[in-house]
């Protein structure tokens, strides 16, 4: 029996479920309806666009044969039915009907359906401060704001800007103003750090310190208070609690909220926190109602707990098992890692499952492994460092997530993918330490940079790896006193030590180069800790190791060493 | 109670035992010994130094930060004894020694042990033909080769090259002669194909196609039956079944043999093959005896068979698990992926797991999907298209390897990584529709390219696609009387069909724009069996999947589409 579909929301998880469902049953009828006049775009490509990489919208549009795909193009090409600048205004459970309203006409009708499929998505958080209405102040909620903050931009209308919110769609935006139209930008960030909840502080700090080099302002730990008006209704600056900024363009990205309001009318279930309840077959607790994308809640692979991930990625394959379903084809979303990835200038940053913070808050018996290889063949020519952390519970030696910051190419997304794809699967340590990456000098090393920091969570999950925490090893860098047993011991090559025991004398920067600490530990002077530091770590285990044998067990290794604290920016020598 | 160590090998497998042990018990005594007078270096990057891409030899030697890895590192940073130009004679079991001969000095001793492990790696495989004594043939069995290598390179000493034998490390070398020296090379393989049993024949061909783009000349299926003498000693050609080749420089690429002499000599157990057998823990036959890298038989983690897979990468994971079970930390090594990646001058090859024809020989109901979608976002300027193919068991869904060829960049690390992650796991399609890769449109795609080819696997497996193969549909274009009832249906834009319809005529090409198929499909010829074509084969699985709705079911799809063909350095109109 042929079936009527009706699908709300026509962006992403609305528009692939239609498409895959009409492709396992193509006598259905299948009706999508969205209140905009552009549909079925790529969202995450708006910064794109916004810095002209991406030359126009309509890109953003097509297909990749470059079809745009307009209502006329799901009506041709795929047989499916859409009423654009249509809102759904109700749903009849009982009478399975959704009223809608043509919001050009005002004509309101009914739309009978067998099943129905919420793809509402979500909806930017406005703040709830003065000035939001002004013009010059956008959210990135659609792509007609998009449009018109390029409009402005290359028309030169703009040459300051802030950007409120320090997530990834605000540091996207940042970039694509400063490095291609040249506009001084700056961001504010109510939280301590840039990418709350999705990164632990150090990798924040790593990308703040690029971003500042590449020219954009930024200010953590600081919100907006109002907007400022120039008399005539147009925003011309942000006053903060601590300065005000001058600005033509005003940018919000302070996050999204599920856009569930038909979905709770209607009586569905709906987490307090605004998400769509679904089973994992994404049906809601209406089993002729199915929802999918930014509007659901998840379950998190790494917690078992709800979590909210908007995501287009995910919000694709979410449709896809919405269209199995409706069609009769059983198939499961079980959850999500929370994969993210976000270019920013010349450097990449990326993490799968969750931060060691919110590991710890989840009440893991949480550690993790900051570790600093090369991302290829050390002796390749274009090798570089890639910082590397890898979280895990040290009572199950479960990997729960990683972190990643390096160079600007696919070698972060290589590490974070293989990641993502064992952690699902529960993933341990060992499970870590075995992953068969793909070996060849320009792509790897023959122990991938994934491999080895399996190794050092292994380490410091058995106790032969002792670290210092990198914030308390910092606070002891700005006042020695705090711990006046304290000195470090620098294992590098005597050109690279030098300057350091002469900045802070020997009795705190003590030079001892790795290759001869067998023959010469007896030099070590007693009653220390040290704090075993070298540029990536590996040197410094070693050495502790040593030490501990000698019975001269009180030092600490600085993970990660020289390669983490040169790119937070911290420069001791020039001080 | 203190052990005795002796280490038979000092490249990959064995330094990596030993520096391991020696940090997880300092008191033992280890010895290393190595018939050769360079140790512990990184043999995949040869080709690097032959090209010149490394500078020196010694940064092959060297560790990340730029210390030689010699006996006296191994003394003085290791606390580990290195015996060099030391070739281990027997093994007496019974009294737990090893017999050993200073190479230069004749002087015989004997190395007590408690435990042991075999590291002697691999040997090159010898061509059984007349002229391979001669001056200027060389096989790449150890890195004083490539110095000599490199040295007649620099000094102009070669102005032709033939390098026999198509796997990674002939063609790496074929890349460095051409690309950096401009050396007339010509690559011979005796197999059909290059990269026989690694890869499937159309990966093997689009490699082949780029090769001869970048001026290698190659030549399969043949074999080289006499190398040719000059008259004074050195080589000056190689005599085929089907032509000779001048060259000043011969390099022999045809594969390596365990070397196990010294196993089998010892009466451990060894494989007929050659490969030394060892359990989970890497224990030969003797529990006090173990061995790792280039010598053993592993188990393939697809086929639960033994196999070969001499790789550094595995030398040094397995390298390290000896360390762990000899200093009594018991740790399993269950077997292998056998991941592979290269660069072939602008683009990357790689695979993992085993290819379809490998997956038929072993019995699996095998099947393939072959795709070609896009790296990243459509919309994003970088980016190139890239092929994969998915090689999966069609009763248990399981995947069972997977190929790809593209830009020589890390976005194919990125997917083979992940894939081999998940393929050590048992992964099955469903598992590769929902892996969770990193989204942002500089990286990937929000359905990513490896999401989207378990998606058409998932469609071969459950017959909604069917597929014409690849090999018969280029036969038939060859010749089309063999197949009078076919006839292709190309969906692509008529700019882009025109000059095929007019060079086959419209009863063998049929033009029909995918947007138009619901529209036109009457204009549809009966009694046809349609090969439906397009860029990548998304199209034409929804036109098949339309068509076969309207009981018009006689139609294959060319999976990957045009993309793969054109790679193939097929040029039909140019013919």
Avoid at 225 to 241: A, R, S
Avoid at 279 to 295: F, K, M, V, W
Avoid at 393 to 406: C, I, P, W
Avoid at 529 to 548: K, P
Wanted: charged share 20%.
């Amino acid at each position: 029996m042929n079936k009527k579909i009706v699908i709300i929301g026509a962006v992403a998880a609305g528009p692939k479920a239609a498409c895959r469902l009409k492709r396992l049953q193509p006598d259905w009828e299948i009706t999508m309806v969205d209140q905009d006049s552009l549909i079925s775009y790529g969202g995450c490509g708006i910064p794109y666009y916004v810095s002209g990489d991406v030359s126009d919208e309509s890109e953003l549009r097509a297909t990749s044969f470059h079809v745009i795909r307009d209502t006329a193009f799901f009506n041709h090409a795929k047989g499916i039915n859409v009423l654009t600048r249509t809102r759904a205004l109700a749903i009849d459970r009982k009478e399975k009907k959704v009223r809608v309203v043509n919001l050009d006409t005002g004509v309101e009708q009914e739309l009978p359906y067998d099943q129905l499929m919420l793809a509402t998505g979500a909806k930017p958080f406005d703040l709830p401060i003065p000035g939001t209405h002004l013009d010059g102040v956008f959210s990135i909620a659609d792509l007609h704001k998009a449009i018109e903050i390029r409009k402005r931009i290359s028309q030169g209308k703009v040459s300051r800007a802030v950007v409120i919110g320090g997530g990834a769609i605000g540091i996207e935006m940042a970039e694509a103003m400063t490095d291609l139209w040249g506009i001084e930008t700056t961001l504010l960030e109510l939280a301590p750090q840039l990418l709350p909840r999705i990164v632990d502080w150090p990798f924040a700090a790593m990308l703040k310190q690029h971003l500042l080099e590449k020219g954009v302002a930024i200010y953590t730990g600081e919100s907006a208070t109002t907007l400022l008006d120039n008399g005539e209704g147009k925003v011309c600056g942000v006053q903060t609690g601590q300065r005000t900024l001058e600005a033509d363009l005003v940018i919000m990205a302070v996050g999204v909220r599920p856009r569930s309001e038909l979905a709770k009318a209607a009586g569905l279930d709906v987490a307090p926190w605004g998400g769509i309840k679904v089973n994992q077959r994404l049906q809601t607790s209406d089993p002729s109602i199915y929802a999918a994308g930014d509007c659901i809640a998840v379950t998190s692979l790494i917690t078992g707990r709800e979590t909210y991930a908007p995501l287009g990625s995910l919000a694709n394959r979410e449709g896809r098992i919405v269209g199995d379903n409706m069609a009769g084809r059983p198939s499961l979303f079980k959850g999500v890692c929370g994969s993210f990835i976000m270019k920013a200038f010349e450097r990449c940053i990326a993490a799968t499952g969750i931060s060691y913070d919110t590991a710890l808050a989840e009440g893991f018996n949480a550690d993790y492994a900051l570790t600093s290889p090369p991302d290829r063949a050390h002796f390749f020519p274009d090798q570089a460092v890639v910082i590397l952390q890898l979280v895990f519970d040290r009572a199950t030696r479960r990997v729960l997530g990683l972190q990643a910051f390096g160079m600007m190419n696919d070698s972060i997304s290589a590490r974070v993918d293989a990641a993502a794809g064992l952690i699902a699967q529960g993933g341990t340590i060992e499970d870590f330490g075995l992953l068969e990456m793909a070996y060849a000098p320009p792509f790897s090393s023959a122990i991938d940079s994934i491999n080895a920091a399996a190794y050092v969570a292994e380490n410091l999950c058995d106790h032969r790896l002792r670290r210092v925490d990198l914030g308390r090893y910092l606070k002891w860098m700005e006042d020695m006193a705090t711990e006046p047993d304290w000195a470090v011991l620098d294992l590098r090559h005597p050109l690279e030590s030098a300057p350091y025991v002469e900045k802070y004398g020997v009795d705190r920067w003590i030079a001892l180069q790795y290759e001869q600490i067998r023959a010469r530990h007896a030099e070590l002077p007693a009653g220390k800790t040290f704090i075993i530091i070298c540029n990536a770590g590996t040197r410094s285990y070693e050495v502790q190791v040593f030490l501990d044998h000698l019975g001269k067990s009180a030092s600490m290794v600085l993970c990660g060493g020289l390669n983490v604290i040169s790119r937070l920016g911290v420069d001791w020598l020039a001080k």
